[in-house]
């Protein structure tokens, strides 16, 4: 890891850090020269004035403290990579998003982050028996042509997308909120050591942050911006899905929507998507051909 690197990985540490504090320093000192590793807060507010919000940080807690030194030294141990947003490795549909995460603590097969296309597929924590058939539907196709398949390892739809992309021997990468050593719900942690073994895991976190309730909206705009289009089935009139959804549209990628029942609640947001102008999908092949 570089120097560079290590500074701006160590920055990501500071649990009052935002993403617009790290681009106001970056755009004060592109290079991170006038970071030092044994650095208080105070003294680097007086570097950055911009960074009001590491204020909240003790004052006597150096930029760099051997703890955070330790946690990123051990990274390696627990084969946890971090790419940065300056990265080769950095998926390139990620970089084009608004406020793209400074990087991504990773584990697992890095492949998939250049491996496309990528298809986000995201729905309800309360799957039916009608989304669980469209997923085993759609999903051998889907496969069987390639397709990466993102979620978020959350309950309901997200579990069985990873799941099914799995069991039909294809590939998929869970974005999460928190970081790698809090895996959220706790009845995914089987599957999620899974997937690190197989599969991929990322999170814009740092592994030793717990999951926080504006982790959850803050990860979809990663689960949609790493993919080509995102795949919404059943989805709650507010919901997380349709947040997803919404990112990929301001983005300017294709989303896609399951049609279901007017008496299904976890049908009618899917259902406005497609009145709003998401594409409709009956069968693998809808998605297929946009993606192509």
């Known amino acids: 890891m570089n120097e560079f690197n290590e500074k701006l990985i160590a920055l990501l540490h500071y649990p009052t850090i935002s993403w617009s504090t790290v681009f106001q320093i970056l755009k004060r000192d592109p290079t991170l ?7 208080s807060s105070e003294q680097l507010k007086m570097a950055f004035p911009s960074t009001g919000n590491l204020a909240t940080e003790p004052s006597n807690e150096s930029f760099y403290p051997e703890i955070i030194h330790e946690q990123i030294r051990q990274y390696k141990t627990n084969d946890i990579t971090v790419i940065t947003i300056f990265d080769k490795q950095y998926p390139k549909y990620l970089k084009e998003i608004y406020q793209p995460p400074w990087a991504l603590f990773a584990k697992g097969d890095l492949s998939l982050l250049e491996k496309e296309p990528k298809l986000a597929v995201v729905g309800s924590r309360e799957a039916t028996q009608y989304g669980k058939n469209a997923i085993r539907s759609l999903f051998p196709e889907l ?44 009845e995914n942690v089987k599957l999620a050591k899974e997937m690190m073994n197989t599969q991929l895991i990322v999170s814009e976190y740092p592994p030793d942050t717990m999951p926080q309730r504006w982790h959850f909206p803050a990860r979809n705009r990663i689960i949609s911006g790493m993919s080509q289009g995102t795949f919404i089935i059943e989805a709650k009139r507010k919901s997380g899905s349709l947040i997803t959804a919404n990112y990929a549209v301001n983005e300017g990628r294709e989303v896609f929507s399951l049609p279901g029942s007017i008496f299904n609640p976890c049908s009618v947001g899917a259902n406005d998507l497609i009145q709003q102008g998401a594409k409709l999908v009956t069968n693998a092949g809808d998605i297929l051909v946009e993606l192509r």
């Open 33 to 39: 020269d006038t970071l030092h590793p044994y650095q």
């Open 143 to 186: 496969i069987e042509n390639g397709i990466v398949i993102v979620s978020g390892l959350a309950k309901g739809i997200d579990t069985l997308a990873h799941e099914h992309a799995i069991k039909n021997n294809g590939r998929t990468i869970a974005v999460i909120a928190g970081g790698l050593y809090h895996i959220y719900p706790k």
